[in-house]
Nanobody
Framework: QVQLVESGGGLVQAGGSLRLSCAAS????????MGWYRQASGKQRELVAE????????NFADSVKGRFTISRDIAENTLSLQMNRLKPEDTAVYYC?????????????WGQGTQVTVSS
């Protein structure tokens, strides 16, 4: 069983910064694709940023490129998202996700989410 726990959300003014963290219950960061998604009210969940397991390739949504940074600490089993120059449209619940193969099957695990609210 994999558990992901996000923290670091909150209320911030436009132009400010927040750092989200995702703590995994066990060592899963190496070799697995991990990422951050977000879901704004009334909208579908969307990818924000991810690090692929094999090559460590980083992908970002166009809307956050140049403002957000994703990183992982394999020793600490932690995935982080540094968000700078926040905009009101970044307001959403942010979820940590890991994709891994378990017993030959593709699995996707989610955290409970953390609210980020950016005021104008």
């Amino acid at each position: 069983q994999v558990q992901l726990v996000e923290s670091g959300g909150g209320l911030v003014q436009a132009g400010g910064s927040l750092r989200l963290s995702c703590a995994a219950s066990r060592s899963i960061l190496r070799g697995n694709t991990m990422g951050w998604y977000r879901q704004a009210s009334g909208k579908q969940r969307e990818l924000v940023a991810e690090i692929t397991g094999g090559g460590g390739i980083v992908n970002f949504a166009d809307s956050v490129k140049g403002r957000f940074t994703i990183s992982r600490d394999i020793a600490e089993n932690t995935l982080s998202l540094q968000m700078n120059r926040l905009k009101p449209e970044d307001t959403a619940v942010y979820y940590c996700n890991v994709k891994m193969v378990v017993s030959g099957l593709n699995r996707s695990y989610w955290g409970q989410g953390t609210q980020v609210t950016v005021s104008s």
